[in-house]
């Protein structure tokens, strides 16, 4: 019975850290501590918030016209993307890692921590995608990796504009609605946004609209932990389905959310860089 009592409490520790939003305005780490170079950027909202951001130039001996956006998962900031931001710098992309409001350096904002995202956070990675395209102008080819909830605002982002090249979305999330019930069986009381666009905050509903179908024009890659018990691999092959032709999953084994990077990095970097060329 203790066994069992034991199991329980490290999957709902699980799908705690899985769904919660933790934000730190502290950083473990910066790009000066590993020896990368990089520039400290202010990116403007729409509706007046300014987000702390880092723009790693591509090391390529080429010029390089592709750039990727990094989204968070929503637990710690933008210094647990650094060892990621490397990976696609070898890749020779430049890179933009940026906070969330309520993060890091970025504007104050007052992160609800039970909650499982906040709207405001799609007015974000807009903000870091327009920043982009004003900043970087030349830099034309812009591609989006997120974790968790970032995974999913890329999703919904990407999917409308049609000049979003890459999407890769490690764990996203589906449906409010689903995540919620499924939830809600698990024991879990996560709060769920009420009010809000579906085009906006709902990975699925954009990929399954019939009338929308030309919107998304990225090629997708799907990452998944094989044994995560709220991201599984089933939501994930469902959406999958809706837009074969362009989507890709690549399933983690023995992996949840929390690792399917550090499980195994020579796999994943090597996945990414496959779907990539």
């Known amino acids: 019975m203790k066994n069992i009592l034991s199991l329980f409490a490290a999957l709902a520790c699980v799908i705690s850290s899985a769904l919660a939003l933790n934000p730190s305005r502290d950083y473990e780490m910066t790009p000066k501590d590993v020896d990368l170079a990089f520039e400290e950027v202010t990116i403007p909202t729409e509706d007046g918030a300014n987000l702390h951001?880092?723009?790693?130039?591509?090391?390529?001996?080429k010029a390089s016209y592709n750039?990727?956006?990094?989204?968070?998962?929503?637990?710690?900031?933008?210094?647990?993307?650094?060892?990621?931001?490397?990976?696609?710098?070898?890749?020779?992309?430049?890179?933009?890692?940026?906070?969330?409001?309520?993060?890091?350096?970025?504007?104050?904002?007052?992160?609800?921590?039970?909650f499982f995202i906040h709207t405001q956070f799609e007015k974000d990675l807009q903000g870091a995608l327009k920043f982009v395209r004003t900043a970087y102008s030349k830099i034309a080819k812009i591609s989006f990796y997120g974790q968790g909830i970032?995974?999913?605002?890329?999703?919904?982002?990407?999917?409308?504009?049609l000049k979003i090249r890459y999407i890769i979305a490690d764990s996203p999330y589906t449906?409010?609605?689903?995540?919620?019930?499924?939830?809600?069986?698990?024991?879990?009381?996560?709060?769920?946004?009420?009010?809000?666009?579906?085009i906006k905050m709902e990975p699925k509903y954009n990929l399954?609209?019939?009338?929308?179908?030309?919107?998304?024009?990225?090629?997708?890659?799907?990452?998944v932990g094989g044994k995560d018990p709220v991201y599984n691999t089933k939501m994930i092959k469902a959406m999958h389905k809706l837009r074969p032709a362009r989507s890709t999953v690549y399933v983690v084994k023995n992996a949840t959310k929390s690792n399917?990077?550090?499980?195994?990095?020579?796999?994943?970097?090597?996945?990414i860089k496959t779907f990539l060329e």
């Open 208 to 223: 399954e609209s019939e009338t929308d179908l030309d919107k998304l024009n990225a090629k997708l890659l799907y990452i």
């Open 260 to 271: 399917t990077f550090s499980s195994d990095k020579e796999a994943y970097y090597n996945q």
């Open 150 to 161: 970032g995974a999913g605002l890329s999703i919904c982002v990407g999917a409308n504009d």
């Open 67 to 114: 750039i990727v956006i990094i989204s968070d998962d929503g637990d710690g900031n933008m210094a647990d993307q650094i060892e990621m931001a490397s990976k696609f710098l070898t890749l020779g992309f430049h890179v933009l890692c940026y906070d969330y409001r309520g993060y890091g350096k970025s504007s104050d904002f007052d992160v609800k921590k039970k």
């Open 175 to 198: 449906y409010f609605d689903d995540m919620s019930k499924s939830l809600s069986a698990a024991g879990e009381d996560i709060m769920f946004p009420m009010a809000y666009d579906k």
């Open 53 to 61: 951001g880092w723009y790693f130039p591509a090391v390529s001996k």
